[in-house]
């Protein structure tokens, strides 16, 4: 392979590791974002049950005060019973008592339901609690596996960026715009490989003369169909041929 073919192979690879660092650079801060949402998310949840629990009590308390207001209901029934002097009133009062007695059973069971609602609340507050745990303390763990990423994402980057400065210094400046050039129009691809007959980057077969002269890797040849710079790399049979 001719040495000016080499240094756009060597400077494709160097400029595509480039362009896949910045992009991963670029993915980190909605990484972050992502575990800030998640957070967040659990965080509304447990807000939403503790609502709940306290809508719960507030029902409970409610109740409760209906159950004294009945129970001072029926104390004076119960004084009022001397007061009675006919069997007509004696049984009016009764139905009174019956009445508030029935009354206070209702209240009472609505109270247990709510008390078996407040253990599932109490359960879903501690599970949401939980989950607030687990979401911040994951989000630590991968927030310093971020920073680390970063970092050594940069550091690639400012390496790649010295090896491509020794790459450059081959090549000449019209060729280099040319590769440049390809690389702005073709989605940062100017230097791709010929896979049989075929270019690897638009899948255009290409004619018998130009696989001819890509075989030989000794002069710069372009696909006729996407302009990138074509190489051949033979296998592992024709390279001990």
Request: hydrophobic share 45%; proline share 2%; with cysteine.
């Given at each position: 392979?001719?040495?000016?073919?080499?240094?756009?192979?060597?400077?494709?690879?160097?400029?595509?590791?480039?362009?896949?660092?910045?992009?991963?650079?670029?993915?980190?801060?909605?990484?972050?974002?992502?575990?800030?949402?998640?957070?967040?998310?659990?965080?509304?949840?447990?807000?939403?049950?503790?609502?709940?629990?306290?809508?719960?009590?507030?029902?409970?308390?409610?109740?409760?005060?209906?159950?004294?207001?009945?129970?001072?209901?029926?104390?004076?029934?119960?004084?009022?019973?001397?007061?009675?002097?006919?069997?007509?009133?004696?049984?009016?009062?009764?139905?009174?008592?019956?009445?508030?007695?029935?009354?206070?059973?209702?209240?009472?069971?609505?109270?247990?339901?709510l008390l078996e609602e407040a253990d599932?609340?109490?359960?879903?507050?501690a599970a949401a609690e939980a989950d607030v745990a687990a979401?911040?303390?994951?989000?630590?763990?991968?927030?310093?596996?971020?920073?680390?990423?970063?970092?050594?994402?940069?550091?690639?980057?400012?390496?790649?960026?010295?090896?491509?400065?020794?790459?450059?210094?081959?090549?000449?400046?019209?060729?280099?715009?040319?590769?440049?050039?390809?690389?702005?129009?073709?989605?940062?691809?100017?230097?791709?490989?010929?896979?049989?007959?075929?270019?690897?980057?638009?899948?255009?077969?290409?004619?018998?003369?130009?696989?001819?002269?890509?075989?030989?890797?000794?002069?710069?040849?372009?696909?006729?169909?996407?302009?990138?710079?074509?190489?051949?790399?033979?296998?592992?049979?024709?390279?001990?041929?």
């Amino acid at each position: 392979m001719i040495p000016a073919l080499a240094s756009l192979l060597a400077l494709q690879k160097l400029d595509s590791a480039a362009d896949d660092a910045a992009k991963r650079l670029e993915e980190l801060p909605a990484v972050e974002a992502a575990l800030d949402e998640r957070v967040a998310a659990a965080a509304t949840a447990v807000d939403a049950a503790r609502a709940r629990l306290a809508e719960n009590h507030a029902a409970r308390r409610t109740l409760e005060k209906d159950v004294a207001a009945v129970d001072a209901r029926l104390a004076r029934f119960n004084d009022h019973k001397a007061a009675v002097k006919t069997n007509q009133e004696f049984t009016a009062l009764l139905s009174e008592i019956d009445t508030a007695r029935a009354e206070k059973d209702r209240i009472e069971e609505r109270i247990l339901l709510l008390l078996e609602e407040a253990d599932a609340i109490e359960a879903d507050v501690a599970a949401a609690e939980a989950d607030v745990a687990a979401a911040r303390k994951d989000g630590e763990a991968t927030r310093r596996e971020l920073a680390s990423e970063h970092k050594a994402l940069e550091e690639r980057i400012a390496t790649i960026d010295v090896t491509r400065k020794g790459e450059l210094a081959g090549l000449e400046p019209a060729l280099l715009a040319r590769y440049q050039q390809l690389r702005k129009g073709r989605r940062g691809i100017a230097v791709t490989a010929m896979t049989g007959e075929i270019c690897s980057a638009c899948l255009i077969r290409l004619r018998p003369h130009v696989v001819q002269q890509v075989r030989r890797n000794d002069e710069i040849v372009q696909c006729e169909s996407c302009q990138r710079i074509l190489y051949f790399e033979p296998g592992p049979d024709e390279a001990g041929a």
